[in-house]
């Protein structure tokens, strides 16, 4: 048995994200910029475009199409769509199913005990979305007002000058494995702006490397899960929401499972765990196969067929994690790159959209007030999150996610005490270490052989992703130091993707397996912004 | 009562293969009424048409011109719209050529075409054909009323043998603008066939153990005679043992040859995704629970070391008989 | 040089295709739709050559229902210049589609017209030598190459065997192939202009035709296959079936 702390692999953040730069000569301006067209960025150009018809906005997305990289459960609480389409009734927005019934299970190897649903965790009134057919949805009433949307267009670093970010620019399309360009080279992109809005979704490169050039703290560091989510057609429908814990995760690892239904012939099925887990050999993926053969879920998929496949890791570290400023010069985070998700609940997309609304009012407010100085008064938004449901929510949970750092049975206590006490006992804050701190033992494992009936492999639920990367790109991952064949097997079973391999003692990455859902980038090789449209294809998830 | 007339292609003075499939698919359509087949040869003069009455023709016309040396699609057009009122079907072969000409020919002629036919049938008033579409991944059944043209994908009837002499006919060529003037045609470039082309595609995947013995599919390749190409699945692409030019797959190219054979290939989604539309596929792997054996035709279970081998000498042999 | 280019709106080809209810098209719940990828061929073509010409207009016709707009746009973000949207429903018998192009086409004093080779749902392969020969004008289908000079045109097309080689004069019609060029991706900056070009609706009438599609539906699964046997003592078995029940040898 040997350890792994993967903080001393992990390569430093690149430092080519923050460029002090004059933008070139055919940049393209913009009033306000946001960086990703998912829940939080396209809540914010929509909210824009009503409130100020005049400004220039855009929405660039790394994703080939909206939605393409966009992954979540999902039960949404619609009181954010109905916010910002307050004429809109809930018939048109694009849900699923309204939750008419819910459980939740304690599972065993063997079998399942349903347990009371934790009051977080009530989902009446609440309705089953795909994320990506609700960001279309967004995309294209964000379109119809005058947004313009740029899929295809990864941001790969900010262009600050001083102090101030004026712009971004995009990653350079077209290169072959050494960068060199090929018959189809497209050439980076400058655009300025005003205001920078950075809705990266979960561990952004940008606001990472903005906060670090800015010493934007938190007082914990954010943490992660990993979820991987596979999306079932099926024979039966199913007739509730459920959420399970315990078994297939070991006693020591945060996470759970859900099932919730899409409608009469689909479920949405996914495993998330928290990337502070002890195992080096803990494998996200394979424990979502082996769970599909628990009884509690073999039934309702048997005789059906995966449709599609994906992962994404969630900032779980809610409260305390949250950045000590939104904004800066020119530059506000909104959404997951905020950390704005409420774990007990299992919500961010509302908390999402809401906070995008809320830095949309705040840089009209500015721009209106200051022109084209507007961007360095943007702090009103800091205080508006502050004062909004998002942080208040999050406050009532601010300890429940913590307090399993050290295993399940006495998290479940705490967070019982915490849910009577609207979170107030235990009382101050459960200090946490970032995941890459956190160490990791090494077994010997056990091979998991899918039977390709009901479980898969990591290459074949790659291809279910839809993900069709062009395999010459060059290599956007950067793997750190003193890799050993432990630290190439933790990276293998950490990553859902099978980008990485043990050879031998060595490491050998796939690129192109890349579904960017930035597990390694928490706990191993960096994830830098490639070229637009790589990356799953998500249509479903 | 449907008369057929079935455009043949001719090139280098010669008919070319396909003419009796064709021959086959449009007297199963006259025979349903009790109608004729005509074949129609467009040459310069000189084409051996005697197996054509054999093959299902009851008369051969023969249309003479100077332009038609090569291909020469105005006046094949003119040629056929001459004679056109005494058909209720036209049908072209579903080769490049024929896939040019017919949609010409239904628009002089004003008559609705259908591409890519693998099935005819005459119902009524109605020709009814079925045809691959979304990439082979529907099929869809088609009425067509009144005068049709159909271009018949190649294979997809067998050649008749036992026919009776066809009468000969010689017929006029109209007179026709040459617009488009086809001047020849090359032999395409004789480098290493592509996979998304070759009429045999020989990929190999991990259980080749290591890049030297690609020697082998390639050995096998050649046995096939420049008909055959070699592919490979990601997994060694991505370990650098082959090109990517050479990727069958998902992200690689998806290839539809007449043979597909897999040697040292588990089968993984994206890579059956890339292959599955071959017409023969042929798995050889020495894992019997490997899931390729689930789409191939035939499989064979051992060490590829010694079936590869074996069966390059066996293609050699038949080869060269 | 002023160059029309015919565009259809398809289903990513990695669509999984999934029969709608009664039985004659596909579920379009969820597909993602793009442009047909041999028209990007055509398109690309046709921004080269003005390009290249210096001078010229290029305008994107696309036949069918609202949807087929975002099309429309994506191939304005590419680089053309100007869009026409015929609105009415395209036929299942192509010859009308292509009466209805024709119509459009005629008359607007056009160099060129370009089609991809095929639309890669019905697979007609058919609407582009249709206008041809309705605007009776030099066609060739399926090209891997194309040259324009003095008001020529060289093109090469794949042929069994071989690349037939051709020339016309212009105004000419071609169908595209895969080979004939690499599209570009639209440009940050093609995307924001595409907002601002000329974007003309004309509603138009499409005749029913004579064809019907009776239905559509998923090919047969592919039987199970079989063990021929072990290890190079099967050889012979397999070179059997290849040869004699397969043909394929």
Redesign the interface.
């Known amino acids: 048995m040997g350890v792994v702390l993967p903080v001393r692999h992990q390569a430093p953040l690149p430092t080519t994200l923050i460029r002090a730069e004059t933008p070139r000569a ?1 940049a ?1 301006e913009l009033d306000v910029l946001i960086v990703g067209g998912g829940p939080a960025g396209l809540a914010c150009a929509i909210q824009l475009a009503r409130s100020a018809p005049d400004l220039g906005v ?1 929405v660039l997305e790394k994703a080939g ?1 909206l939605g393409e990289h966009s992954l979540s459960g999902a039960v949404i609480n619609p009181i954010a769509l109905r916010a910002l389409f307050p004429d809109k009734p809930d018939s048109e927005f694009p849900f699923r199913q309204r939750v008419e019934g819910e459980a939740v299970y304690f599972m065993t190897a063997a079998g399942s005990l349903r347990i009371p649903t934790p009051p977080t965790m009530k989902n009446h009134g609440n309705y089953t979305v795909s994320l990506c ?1 609700l960001v279309r949805w967004l995309g294209e009433q964000a379109e119809a007002l ?1 947004v ?3 899929p ?2 990864p941001a790969e670093s900010l262009l600050v000058d001083g102090q101030r970010v004026i712009g971004v620019r ?1 990653v350079a ?1 077209g290169l072959d494995r050494d960068r060199n360009p090929t ?2 080279f ?1 050439e980076p ?1 400058d ?1 300025t702006a005003k205001v920078v809005v950075l809705a990266e979704g979960t561990r952004g490169p940008l606001a990472q490397a903005w906060r670090d050039w800015q010493q934007v703290g938190s007082d914990n560091p954010q943490i992660f899960a990993l979820g991987v989510k596979e999306v079932w057609e099926i024979p039966q429908p199913l007739d509730r929401v459920i959420h399970t814990l315990g078994w297939p995760l070991p006693r020591d690892a945060f996470g759970g499972s859900w099932c919730y239904p899409m409608g009469p012939n689909q479920v949405s099925i996914g495993l998330v765990v928290g990337l502070d887990y002890h195992d080096a050999g803990l494998d996200v993926h394979e424990s979502l196969q082996r769970m599909k053969l628990h009884p509690l879920f073999r039934g309702l998929l048997q005789g059906g067929t995966l ?1 599609e496949w994906g992962a994404k890791t969630i900032p779980e570290g809610g409260y305390y994690a949250i950045p000590h400023r939104l904004s800066g010069d020119g530059v506000m985070m909104i959404g997951d790159t905020a950390g704005l998700v409420d774990v007990p609940s299992l919500k961010g997309i509302h908390y999402a959209m809401e906070s995008g609304m809320l830095a949309a009012t705040a840089i009209v407010a500015a721009l209106q007030q200051h022109g084209g100085g507007g961007g360095a008064h943007l702090a009103a938004y800091d205080q508006a999150v502050r004062q909004s449901r998002i942080v208040g929510d999050m406050h009532v949970t601010r300890n429940m996610r913590l307090a399993f750092k050290d295993g399940f049975v006495g998290g479940v206590v705490k967070a019982g005490l915490m849910t009577i006490s609207r979170g107030a006992f235990p009382g101050g804050r459960i200090a946490m270490a970032a995941d890459a701190e956190a160490p990791r033992e090494t077994h010997a494992d056990t091979p998991f052989v899918p039977d390709n009936v009901l479980t898969f492999s990591k290459v074949d639920a790659v291809f279910k992703s ?1 993900n ?1 990367t062009r395999d010459t790109i060059p290599s956007h991952l950067v793997v750190g130091r003193d890799i050993t064949g432990d630290v190439a097997d933790f990276y293998a079973h950490l990553c859902p993707a099978g980008v990485y391999e043990r050879q031998g003692d060595t490491l050998r990455v796939n690129p192109p397996n890349c579904v960017d859902c930035k597990a390694t980038d928490v706990l191993g090789p960096r994830w830098t912004p490639r070229e ?2 790589s990356g799953p ?1 998500y ?2 998830m | 009562m449907a008369n057929v007339l079935a455009v043949l292609e001719v090139r280098n003075g010669a008919l ?1 293969k396909g003419s009796a499939e064709l021959l086959a698919a449009a007297r199963r359509l006259a025979d349903a009424s009790g109608g004729t087949v005509d074949a129609l040869v467009c040459s310069t003069g000189a084409v051996n048409t005697d197996t054509l009455g054999a093959a299902g023709a009851d008369r051969v016309l023969s249309a003479s011109h100077a332009d038609f040396a ?2 020469c ?1 105005d006046g094949t ?1 003119a040629t056929v719209a001459s004679v056109s009122a005494q058909y209720r079907a036209i049908v072209v072969s579903a ?3 024929g ?2 000409l ?3 020919i ?3 002629i ?7 036919v693998t099935s005819v049938d005459l119902s009524g008033d109605t020709i ?1 054909v079925v ?16 005068s ?1 043209v159909i271009a018949v994908r190649p294979g997809a009837y067998a050649g008749l043998g036992a026919g009776k002499a066809g009468a000969n006919v010689s017929i006029t060529v109209p007179p026709f603008t040459k ?10 470039n004789t480098g290493l066939l592509d996979v998304a082309e070759a009429r ?1 595609v020989i990929s190999g995947g991990r259980g080749l153990g290591d890049p030297k013995h690609f020697v082998l599919l390639e050995e096998l390749a050649a046995a ?1 005679g420049g008909e055959a190409a070699v592919g490979a699945s990601r997994a060694v692409v991505d370990a650098g043992w082959a090109e990517h030019g050479a990727q069958v797959g ?1 992200t690689g190219k998806t290839v539809a040859p ?2 597909y054979i897999a040697v040292g290939i588990s089968g993984a989604i994206q890579h059956l995704a890339g292959m ?1 539309t071959a ?5 050889i792997n020495r894992d ?1 629970d490997a899931p390729i ?11 590829l070391f ?2 590869v ?3 390059t000498a ?2 050699k042999q ?2 060269a008989h | 040089m002023k160059i029309a280019v015919c565009l259809r709106r398809t ?1 990513d ?2 669509a ?2 999934v ?1 709608a209810a009664g039985g004659t098209s ?1 579920d379009e719940t ?3 739709f793009v442009p047909n990828p041999y028209d990007e061929y055509a398109i690309e073509a046709a921004i080269a050559l003005k390009e290249k010409a210096g001078a010229g207009e290029t305008v994107v016709v696309a036949l069918g229902a609202d949807s087929v707009q975002e099309t429309l746009r994506t191939a304005l973000a590419m680089g053309i210049d100007r869009a026409v949207h015929l609105q009415g429903n395209a036929s ?4 009308e589609n ?1 009466r209805a192009l024709a119509d459009h086409v005629r008359g607007g004093g056009y160099d060129l017209v370009l089609f991809g080779k095929l639309a ?15 605007l ?7 090209i891997t190459m194309l040259e324009i000079a003095d008001g020529r045109a060289t093109v090469e ?13 212009l105004p ?1 019609v071609f169908t595209c192939d895969k080979g004939l060029n ?1 599209p ?6 093609g ?2 202009a595409a ?1 601002k070009k000329p974007f003309d609706i004309a509603p138009v009438t499409v005749a029913a ?11 047969p699964e ?11 003592a ?3 078995a ?2 059997q ?3 004699s029940d ?1 043909k ?2």
Request: proline share 5%.
């Open positions: 055919e393209i855009g199409s057919e005058g313009n949307i740029f295809g267009f995009t399309g018959d189809v497209q992109t655009l449709l839809g069709a637009g449209g294809r249509r479903l | 070319r090569n291909y699609p057009v080769s490049a050529t896939k040019d017919a949609p010409r239904a628009a002089r004003n008559a609705p075409c259908a591409m890519d009814r045809r691959p579409v979304y990439a082979g991944k529907a099929l869809q059944t088609v009425d067509l009323r009144g049709t617009r488009l003037d086809v001047t020849g045609i090359r032999t395409a045999v096939f998902q007449e043979l599955r017409k023969v596929i042929v798995a019997k054996f689930k789409v191939a035709d035939y499989g064979i279970v051992g060490d010694e079936v081998p074996a069966l066996a293609v038949v080869k | 289903p080809t990695t999984k295709i029969i596909i969820g597909v993602k299942a018998d192509g010859l292509a890669v749902d019905d697979y007609g392969q058919q609407t582009g030598a249709m206008v041809a020969e309705l009776e004008l030099p066609c060739a289908t399926a097309r794949e042929v069994e065997g071989g690349v037939e080689q051709a020339t016309c004069a000419a690499n570009r991706l639209p440009s940050l900056k995307i924001m907002r035709g004579a064809v019907t599609v009776a239905s559509l539906v998923l090919p592919r039987a199970a296959g079989r063990i021929v046997g072990e290890g190079a099967a050889v012979p397999l070179m079936l290849l040869v397969a394929v040898i």
